[in-house]
C-alpha cells in the first residue's frame, strides 16, 4: 500500500452531517445564490433533463425548483455540487458551519502522512467543498495530510474509468492503491480498476448488498504500511 483513496460520506464523514447541516444550509441559501450568480451550466443540465424525458421541475424564469428537484433527488449534479459548495463556502467563511470527520480519522491521516502514504479524496461533493470540510475540523486543518482531490467532474464514482484516470494520477501501480468507500458498487468500480478496496461501516450508514470486500469499521483497522 502506497496510496490511499477516501470516500467522505460515511467513510471520514457522518451521514448525518451531510443530510443534517450541509444539505439543509444549501437549500436554506440557494435562493440567494441564483440572484447572484450565473447559473448557466445548471440550464444546460436542465434542458439535458427535459431531452431525456426525466421531466424535471419547470424553469420558467426562475431556477429553484429545479435546484430542489435535484437535492430532492440527490443528484450527482456537477452544477447542483458546484452551486452547494459556493453556498457552503459563505458558511465556512461566516463560522456557520464547521468540517466534521469521525474521531479515528485525524490519527489516521497524520499516521499514513507519516508513513509517506499519498493520501487522496474522491467525493461527489465538488473539490470546494472537500477542501473547505477538511480546513475547518475541530482537530484542525487537516488538508495539510492530502494531497489531491477528485470530485464529479473526473466521472461517476460507479465507473471504473474514472478510477482508472485517479490512479494515473498517482503515479504508482492502481494495485498499491487503496480505496475505501462505503458503498459497495462504487468499491466494485475500484477493484475493477485494479485497486484494492475496504468497505467502510460506521453508525448511520446504509445497508449493502452482499459483497466480497473486507469491512473495517474505523480507519485505525487500515493495516499501516510495511
Not at 424553469?59 to 450527482?76: F, G, T, V
Not at 461533493?125 to 475547518?136: D, E, K, N, P, Y
Request: charged letters at 25%.
Amino acid at each position: 500500500m502506497r496510496g490511499i483513496l477516501l470516500d467522505i460520506e460515511g467513510t471520514t464523514t457522518p451521514i448525518t452531517f451531510v443530510y443534517d447541516v450541509l444539505f439543509p444550509y444549501a437549500r436554506r441559501n440557494a435562493a440567494a445564490y441564483v440572484r447572484k450568480h450565473d447559473v448557466s451550466d445548471l440550464r444546460r443540465e436542465y434542458e439535458e433533463d427535459e431531452r431525456a424525458g426525466h421531466k424535471p421541475a419547470l424553469w420558467s424564469d426562475d431556477p429553484l425548483p429545479y435546484i430542489h428537484w435535484l437535492m430532492d433527488q440527490d443528484r450527482k449534479s456537477t452544477a447542483l455540487k458546484r452551486i452547494q459548495g459556493e453556498i457552503w463556502l459563505d458558511g465556512y467563511r461566516g463560522g456557520e458551519l464547521h468540517g466534521e470527520v469521525f474521531g479515528d480519522v485525524p490519527q489516521a491521516l497524520e499516521h499514513w502522512h507519516n508513513d509517506g502514504v499519498d493520501i487522496r479524496i474522491f467525493s461527489s461533493g465538488s473539490i470546494l467543498a472537500q477542501r473547505l470540510l477538511f480546513s475547518t475540523t475541530a482537530a484542525g486543518n487537516l488538508t495539510k495530510f492530502l494531497n489531491g482531490y477528485f470530485d464529479t467532474t473526473t466521472g461517476p464514482k460507479a465507473d471504473p474509468e474514472s478510477y482508472r484516470k485517479i490512479s494515473s494520477t498517482f503515479g504508482i501501480s492502481s494495485s498499491q492503491i487503496v480505496f475505501i468507500s462505503d458503498v459497495t458498487r462504487e468499491l466494485d468500480a475500484a477493484r475493477t480498476a485494479g485497486m484494492q478496496t475496504l468497505l467502510c461501516i460506521r453508525p448511520g450508514n446504509h445497508s449493502q448488498p452482499p459483497h466480497n470486500h473486507d469491512v473495517i469499521t474505523s480507519l485505525a483497522d487500515v493495516p499501516r504500511k510495511s
